[in-house]
């Protein structure tokens, strides 16, 4: 099964990444079909996430985003294109959310 790992840094803090957690469970759900479980901890929070073809985690802390993702075979032929996609996401909510006080 292909695997995605994506490591995405930041200085914003856990309760700013926490937020952007918030707006990427919505545009996963939405967008993706993804049914999410959040799961809040002390120092970091847990996202589970899955639809067909698709799951995996992502785990938000305080100065980064670890997503962890196994795709099935269909899936997988576009693995490359899913993880510029996340990426992408992630960092264009990682801009919005840098510049609020």
Partial sequence: MPEL????????GLP???EIAR???AQAQTDWGMACES????????????????????IVRADRFELRAQLGFLLGSFQQ????Q???????LLDQHSGQA
């Avoid at 294109?81 to 510029?84: K, N, R, V």
């Fill in 39 to 58: 799961k809040p901890g002390d120092v970091e929070d847990e996202i589970l996430f899955s639809r067909s073809g698709a799951k995996g985690s992502l």
């Fill in 23 to 25: 707006v990427w469970i």
């Fill in 5 to 12: 790992f994506i490591n995405q840094v930041h200085t914003l």
């Fill in 81 to 84: 294109q899913i993880e510029t």
């Fill in 16 to 18: 700013k990444a926490r």
């Fill in 86 to 92: 996340i990426r992408s996401n992630l960092q264009a």
